[in-house]
């Protein structure tokens, strides 16, 4: 934990984090989120807290090319273990840290996910 109450993750940890998003229980519990958020082909999602990117991965799956995942996270171990091993099949699909002052993408979006963050 940060000064500032934000949590966040040294490489170890998100590594750690990774390890647990793949436990079948966590695995279930995401694939009840992609029903839920019902992703299709051409929508925008934005994924608030992406950490190690699986379920940004699944959604840009899901909307393919013509759609876009923005996948934000105050981690930088984070954001390295999402870009790095989550590539989206889509070109418009990113994976960033919040800039102090700047807002979502500039894009509108159909849904937004917070998944495990708190």
């Known amino acids: 934990m940060s000064?500032?109450?934000i949590?966040?993750?040294d490489a170890e940890r998100a590594r750690a984090v990774e390890a647990i998003y793949l436990t079948p229980d966590v695995v279930a519990q995401r694939e009840e989120v992609l029903r839920?958020?019902?992703p299709r082909t051409g929508e925008r999602v934005l994924d608030l807290g992406v950490g190690p990117g699986l379920l940004a991965s699944a959604?840009?799956?899901r909307v393919g090319a013509g759609g876009a995942v923005h996948g934000i996270d105050v981690s930088?171990?984070?954001l390295?273990?999402?870009a790095a091993s989550r590539p989206g099949p889509t070109p418009r699909s990113r994976i960033r840290s919040?800039?102090?002052g700047s807002s979502a993408p500039n894009t509108s979006s159909r849904c937004a996910t917070t998944s495990g963050v708190r």
Do not use: Q, V
């Open 3 to 5: 000064d500032s109450g």
């Open 7 to 9: 949590l966040r993750f």
């Open 36 to 38: 839920a958020l019902d």
């Open 59 to 61: 959604i840009a799956e």
């Open 76 to 78: 930088p171990d984070m």
């Open 80 to 82: 390295a273990i999402a």
């Open 98 to 100: 919040p800039d102090r």
